[in-house]
């Protein structure tokens, strides 16, 4: 119906104009801390569950890769879990967002003009965190789980470099042969987490 219609696009946009906003935040801010508190207020406002992880539970919990890529920060990384249950007896969905808060590239440091706007690089945790969000407003027949990595790539004397080798959250190794490869670490460690539901 029409006002369904409404009520439907207004959350949409919503959802959308928050996510720009978060991402827009500059990285001395939006720090993987604090977008990880974003999405504590963001459930609490919203009927949805939410775990964070710190830096010794997923150093715990041995996803290397995640840590591999963080390590290098001295922003601690956080692991965000949302869920969202609004159907009973019914398989969630997963979403698993990078969540990169400020990618230099690590020791393959990006070049200019790439390395400007890489605190872009959350937009894909923020956007999953926004549609958990928009689930519950909605009351979607859905159960959802938003899994969000969220760390920095950054230039250090512990940073991971080529030719390392880490080991995953499900047990697979995998060797390092570029730094600015980041993305695809931290999304399996998150991937093999969520696969779990």
Same mark, same amino acid.
């Given at each position: 119906? =029409?006002?369904?219609?409404i009520r439907?696009?207004?959350?949409?946009a919503?959802?959308?104009?928050?996510t720009r906003?978060?991402v827009?935040?500059p990285?001395?801010?939006?720090?993987?801390?604090h977008?990880? !508190?974003?999405?504590k207020?963001?459930?609490?406002r919203n009927i949805?569950k939410?775990?964070?992880f710190?830096e010794k539970?997923?150093?715990?919990?041995?996803?290397g890769? =995640?840590?591999g890529v963080a390590?290098?920060s001295?922003?601690k990384?956080r692991?965000?879990?949302l869920?969202?249950n609004?159907?009973?007896?019914k398989?969630?969905?997963?979403i698993?967002?990078?969540?990169?808060t =400020?990618d !230099?590239g690590?020791?393959?440091l990006?070049p200019?003009?790439?390395i400007?706007?890489m605190k872009?690089?959350?937009g894909? &945790?923020?956007?999953?965190m926004h549609?958990?969000e928009?689930? !519950?407003?909605l009351?979607?027949?859905?159960?959802?789980?938003?899994?969000t990595?969220?760390?920095?790539n950054?230039?250090d004397? &512990? !940073?991971y470099r080529?030719?390392?080798v880490l080991?995953?959250?499900?047990?697979?190794?995998v060797?390092?042969?570029?730094t600015?490869a980041e993305g695809r670490l931290i999304?399996?460690?998150?991937?093999a987490? &969520?696969?779990?539901?």
């Amino acid at each position: 119906n =029409f006002e369904y219609e409404i009520r439907y696009a207004s959350v949409v946009a919503d959802a959308v104009n928050k996510t720009r906003d978060l991402v827009n935040t500059p990285p001395n801010v939006a720090t993987p801390e604090h977008v990880a !508190s974003y999405a504590k207020e963001l459930a609490k406002r919203n009927i949805l569950k939410c775990i964070v992880f710190d830096e010794k539970q997923i150093k715990k919990m041995k996803m290397g890769c =995640f840590i591999g890529v963080a390590k290098g920060s001295i922003n601690k990384p956080r692991l965000v879990v949302l869920e969202y249950n609004g159907a009973k007896n019914k398989k969630p969905v997963a979403i698993v967002g990078k969540g990169v808060t =400020f990618d !230099s590239g690590g020791l393959n440091l990006k070049p200019y003009p790439y390395i400007l706007n890489m605190k872009d690089d959350k937009g894909g &945790a923020v956007a999953a965190m926004h549609i958990a969000e928009a689930c !519950s407003k909605l009351k979607m027949p859905v159960n959802l789980v938003v899994v969000t990595p969220l760390c920095e790539n950054m230039i250090d004397a &512990a !940073s991971y470099r080529p030719d390392d080798v880490l080991k995953a959250y499900n047990g697979m190794t995998v060797e390092i042969k570029n730094t600015d490869a980041e993305g695809r670490l931290i999304l399996a460690d998150a991937l093999a987490y &969520a696969k779990q539901y």
